[in-house]
């Protein structure tokens, strides 16, 4: 699976955007979806994931209320729609795919994650 994210640039405090994650090959639907993030000078942190198979979604308390995970597996895009966007929130967002988790306690854990998208930036001005 490879994966292409995009909808990154910037924007001012409060205001929103898009982020696409385009998969190609076979099987989307079978894959759990993450964003993931790193700011400049920080570790990479888990934003949402979507499971595969019901739609339901898990946030970080960080965006929780702001950001939503969506996906069509249709047309094998998974989707973050974040609103009410806040400087802390400026950093390279990441897309990913988990092929196999036991459960969705693991969905935040970055090294679980099968494949990586390449990055887009968010930058969010005060």
């Known amino acids: 699976v490879q994966l ?9 405090a409060g205001g929103s955007l898009r982020l696409s994650c385009a998969a190609s ?10 964003w ?6 920080k570790e990479r942190e ?8 019901t739609g339901r979604a ?5 965006v929780k209320g702001r950001f939503t995970i969506s996906r069509d ?6 989707y973050l729609q974040m609103n009410s966007l806040k400087p802390e929130d400026t950093a390279i967002y ?9 459960d969705s306690g693991t969905y935040h854990q970055s090294g679980k994650y099968d494949y990586w998208g390449q990055g887009t930036l968010v930058t969010v001005s005060s």
């Open 73 to 78: 597996n249709a047309k094998n895009t998974a």
């Open 4 to 12: 292409q994210a995009s909808g990154g640039g910037l924007v001012q």
């Open 58 to 62: 898990y946030y970080a308390d960080s």
């Open 25 to 34: 090959g076979r099987s989307f639907g079978n894959y759990v979806m993450g």
């Open 46 to 53: 888990f934003v949402a994931a979507i499971n595969r198979s």
């Open 94 to 102: 990441y897309c990913a795919a988990l092929r196999f988790a036991l």
């Open 36 to 41: 993931f993030r790193q700011a400049p000078g």
